[in-house]
């Protein structure tokens, strides 16, 4: 085979792989928002063959002597496409070490879990998702060892979602954040709570699609390229750099919800939306881990989002959207309204600062089911245990309890981590970002570009092209979890007074 011919069936192959994924991504997109309730079969029987067209492309013989022969010729390839060849042989060798039977069995058996758990939720029925959760985490022990046999099962599967990133790490991360925020946390717990009542007034759905539309404005997401959708849980879809999808929820009693998923989800858009063109198209084309895409979503969503320059800039008008339910609320009330801290019970309703308990309690379960040191039917009882534990609240049933998040059903064991990684990356960046230029001038008047601009220059527009590690390193420096406590501590001592 000549060097030439090979490269363009590397392109071709990554061209293949990016169709299938955009056909997935299509019916997705559709089954979650305009198709009509009952068309999920249809929409299932063409996954089932998309998925396996995937599998058997990518799995194929001739597929790894192409990814073979160009690894042995890696010194007369750019970066670009040495980087690609060392990603898809991770990737097909992983994929071809788990047998073909398991891989089918293992689709079939989280396509029923996650139905088995909406149900159970639905229930508070721990019971009825226990003998799921029981073969979730045996697949995924078996699973581990075919990702990475020299790595303890837990860790084989941190290193999934995180490359690089390991329960030693972890543990230590956790318990020095764990060290600055409980305390911080008991000390707010002995001041008085501001009034966040107004929050929960009644806010019409079509005013907040305005409000949306004004949003996605502020956050300088260009309408011709990023649409929003309406569906049950919030998300974000990427096609390509020139066509990502967000999602909201509108919830009339709460304001605060869709305007802090509109500019989460905003910040996963900007990021898919900054990255060059040069990866399109290939395996390094999207967000390069989930880490450093939580980075960006919470950094848009928290560190911009819930700071007071922001609701400065954006309050006046969300006042002409919402006149009757905001004419007698100052932007001052609204920033320490959004911003009150409170243990309770549901992760995706956590202010910034209670959070990261929500996925320490996760993360140490996860670790002991995976370790083999808990049982699935002790779940419940170990999660209630550390709820106390960490955040000082009784969980009084399963479905605001072990049964709220649907990563589990999904055979997502070792994602939860990335959300507190993401943060705390986040609250580096900006420190980093504010040594260099000035963040709050232009954010106050409701002006992102500068921000954005350093983001996709120290992060966005490499997609996959550097290890997590690296883009971390670039945006961060040396990561120091102290950074993201010394910021929570800042922010929520001027906010209660400590
Ligand atoms: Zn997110």
């Known amino acids: 085979m000549e060097l030439n011919e090979a490269l363009a069936r590397l392109a071709e192959l990554q061209k293949k792989l990016y169709a299938y994924q955009a056909a997935d991504s299509a019916l997705y997109l559709d089954g979650t928002t305009v198709a009509p309730k009952d068309t999920a079969e249809g929409r299932g029987v063409a996954l089932g063959i998309l998925a396996g067209e995937r599998h058997r492309l990518f799995s194929a013989p ?138 929960y007034r009644h806010y019409p759905v079509e005013a907040q699609r305005k409000f949306s539309d004004y949003l996605m404005e502020v956050l300088g997401l260009d309408r011709a390229h990023c649409t929003i959708g309406e569906t049950e849980h919030p998300y974000t879809l990427e096609f390509n750099n020139k066509d990502v999808r967000i999602t909201t929820h509108y919830h009339e009693d709460d304001v605060g919800n869709s305007m802090y998923s509109v500019i989460h989800e905003g910040g996963h858009a900007k990021y898919e939306l900054g990255i060059s063109d040069d990866v399109q198209y290939t395996c390094l084309a999207g967000g390069v881990s989930m880490g450093v895409h939580e980075s960006q979503s919470r950094f848009y969503e928290n560190l911009i989002g819930r700071s007071k320059p922001f609701i400065q800039a954006v309050f006046s008008k969300m006042r002409e959207f919402f006149p009757e339910q905001l004419g007698d609320v100052t932007a001052e009330q609204f920033y320490r309204a959004v911003n009150k801290a409170r243990p309770s019970l549901i992760r995706t309703e956590a202010d910034e600062l209670t959070y990261c308990l929500h996925i320490m309690v996760r993360y ?135």
């Open 62 to 199: 001739e597929t790894g002597e192409l990814l073979d022969f160009l690894w042995e010729r890696g010194a007369e390839l750019d970066q670009l496409r040495r980087r690609q060849v060392e990603e898809l042989r991770r990737s097909y060798a992983q994929l071809t070490r788990i047998p073909a039977e398991e891989y089918m069995e293992y689709a079939m058996l989280t396509n029923e879990a996650g139905d088995v758990w909406h149900r159970a939720k639905e229930a508070g029925d721990f019971e009825l998702f226990r003998p799921l959760l029981e073969k979730l985490v045996a697949f995924n022990i078996r699973f581990a060892g075919y990702y990475d046999s020299t790595k303890a099962p837990y860790d084989a599967l941190l290193n999934e979602y995180e490359r690089g990133v390991d329960t030693v790490y972890l543990d230590g991360f956790f318990a020095a954040l764990r060290g600055r925020i409980v305390p911080l946390l008991r000390a707010i717990g002995e001041k008085e709570q501001p009034d966040d009542s107004f929050l």
């Open 364 to 498: 140490e379960l996860e670790k002991q089911l995976i370790g083999g040191t808990l049982e699935a039917r002790d779940v419940p009882e170990a999660w209630n245990r550390l709820y106390r534990e960490y955040l000082g609240v009784d969980v009084p049933d399963d479905r605001q309890g072990c049964l709220q998040d649907s990563h589990w059903s999904g055979g997502a064991f070792g994602y939860f981590p990335s959300y507190a990684l993401g943060s705390a990356y986040g609250a580096q960046m900006l420190k980093n970002m504010e040594a260099e230029i000035d963040v709050w001038g232009p954010v106050s008047r409701g002006d992102l570009s500068g921000v954005s601009e350093w983001l996709r220059e120290k992060v966005h527009r490499y997609g996959g092209l550097l290890e997590p590690a690296d883009v971390v390193k670039n945006a961060c420096g040396q990561f120091d979890p102290a950074v993201f406590a010394d910021y929570l501590e800042k922010k929520y001592s001027e906010l209660y007074g400590l």
